[in-house]
């Protein structure tokens, strides 16, 4: 009896130890996050992308030491840069500005990321200015009259061009494509999906990767037929709908459009709200407009909507974006540049 003991004793001390482990693109560490947050694969580190979220990712790490001119540095010089294919800026950005063993190259106004070599893509910067110009130019012929009878056509005209713009513009490889408060692009290009990594953070990644959010949709928009779908702004209804405002018993019955017309916001106009300054304006070739007071294209003005003010889907069944509402029982002083939640209720949004 004591020779079985002494044996199956020494075979349990000797059962190989399983340490916990994320594997390669998955999450690794963030706000919040309270999973493994250590690599299986010995290829990967845990990167940061951005407060909410690193990921298991091949690439440089942490150099030992950096050498300039004649001077050795430590590691910690390097310790708040960002690493390989990791979020460097942007509008809004307030993480790591520096990339280790990278480049920091802008992708869009609103997102930089960190790339190997030493240029921004060729196509990023031209495309995007092609785009505004295309899809403005058309809007605004269709926008001009200000008569209710031709806003089916203006409608259509709207999605036709925002259908363009995304076809036209997309995230490459690992770049951010979604997220709340995201308004980037939220498509990939050929080759990558975009797939739910938190609720603050979707990248483009080799298709197959399992998403970690609770949807089971991997994109917000991943095509352009989804991200007019999912957002109520861009139906080609002319008929206006009820609303509401959700999350409290407070609701208020109101009406508004149901597509993006591209006129300028009435909140672009000063004195609308207690705000820093109205909504920003744009040309119709896509520029900054600077005069507040500028005339709205949908009464012979020159003053639109910006192409970045058009809605964005962050899941299949939420969109954000600017919204032309009348709510009962406010005025423009209190509905004005405030988040409200609309809810549809006469009929389907598409």
Known sequence: MLKIILILFIGLTN?????????????????GYSGDTNCCDPTTTCQYSNPWYSQCLTGPTNPTTTTI????TSNPANSGCASVYSQCGGQNWQGPVCCIASTCNQLNPYYSQCQLGTTSPPTASSTDSTTVSSTTQSTSSTTLPPTT??????????????????????????????????????????????????????????????SSCSSSNNSP???????SSSSSSSSS???????????????????????WDCCKASCSWPGKATVSNPVQTCTSQGDENPDYNAQSACNGGNSYMCTNQQPWAVSPTLSYGFAAADISGQSESTW???CYSLIFTSGPVA
């Open 15 to 31: 059962l190989p130890k399983t340490t916990p482990c994320a594997s390669q693109w998955s999450q690794c560490g963030g706000i």
């Open 237 to 259: 209804s002319s008929s206006s709908s009820s609303s509401s405002s959700s999350g409290n018993n407070n609701g208020q019955a109101g009406i508004t459009t149901r597509y």
């Open 69 to 72: 001119a004649t001077t050795t």
């Open 221 to 227: 928009s991943s095509t352009a037929a989804s991200s």
């Open 149 to 210: 009878t031709i806003s089916t056509t203006v409608s259509t005209s709207s999605s036709s061009s925002s259908t363009s713009s995304i076809n036209q513009a997309c995230s490459s490889m690992y770049q951010q494509c979604g997220g709340i408060t995201w308004n980037g692009l939220t498509t990939c290009c050929s080759g990558s999906v975009c797939t739910c990594l938190n609720d603050y953070y979707w990248q483009c990644l080799p298709p197959g990767q399992s």
């Open 336 to 338: 004005c540049c405030a």
